[in-house]
């Protein structure tokens, strides 16, 4: 899986699919996001972080990859036990 213990928190490599149906993460060797805002004017960004700050009450943070499918995302002030009993 994607996930690593990062400064504080949690930073997660992620694959982000776009114009999806509904919003979900897949998780197996390679955590996937489907979101269902198109990959422009920053929507999909948007979607992804209030989504996961939904399900993780923490705050999120893209460090890397803002234009592109490919992801890191900092979770803050949680550990990885918690992340994966959430995914």
Do not use: W
């Not at 990959?39 to 989504?51: G, H, L, S």
């Not at 992801?71 to 918690?82: L, M, P, R, S, Y």
Request: aromatic letters at 4%.
């Amino acid at each position: 899986m994607s996930l690593k213990n990062f400064k504080d928190g949690v930073l997660l490599t992620v694959k982000v699919k776009p114009n999806s149906a509904k919003f979900s993460i897949k998780r197996n060797h390679q955590i996937i996001i489907q979101c269902k805002s198109p990959p422009e004017r920053n929507k999909a960004n948007i979607e992804i972080k209030k989504e996961l700050q939904k399900i993780f009450k923490r705050e999120v943070e893209i460090i890397y990859g803002s234009k592109s499918n490919d992801k890191a995302i900092v979770i803050h002030n949680i550990n990885e036990e918690e992340v994966i009993s959430k995914l």
